[in-house]
């Protein structure tokens, strides 16, 4: 089993998934989409997924279940609040490593 993946996954079909293309560009897959986005616009939608997230967890009565809309060029996603959770992890995921996160923190101090 994939480190992404928890015990539940195998009940639910995986909804959002991205993939580093070797033309340098990612392939977003969500639900039944498939965008091709530039390293930059990968670090926009994560800072757009910090942002519901904060103000989801300060107003989660109201904001839990609505639905995330991004505009990526001329497509809107429509992120389902009950997506969000994983579409937020992928998206994170995504950033950290195009970020190389791992090897910073890795990586020793001088």
Not at 19 to 34: A, F, I, N, R, W
Not at 75 to 83: A, F, M, R
Request: hydrophobic share 35%; with cysteine; net charge negative.
């Amino acid at each position: 089993m994939p480190e992404h993946q928890s015990d539940n996954q195998h009940c639910r079909p995986q909804n959002t998934l991205l993939k580093k293309c070797h033309c340098g560009h990612y392939h977003l897959h969500y639900k039944y989409v498939m965008l091709t986005i530039p390293q930059q616009t990968l670090f926009h939608i994560m800072r757009e997924c910090y942002e519901w997230e904060e103000m989801r967890s300060a107003n989660p009565e109201v904001l839990q279940d609505k639905t995330l809309k991004l505009m990526v060029g001329v497509v809107q996603l429509s992120i389902s609040g009950k997506d969000f959770d994983e579409f937020n992890a992928v998206i994170q995921e995504g950033a950290s490593e195009a970020l190389k996160i791992l090897e910073l923190v890795e990586k020793p101090s001088r």
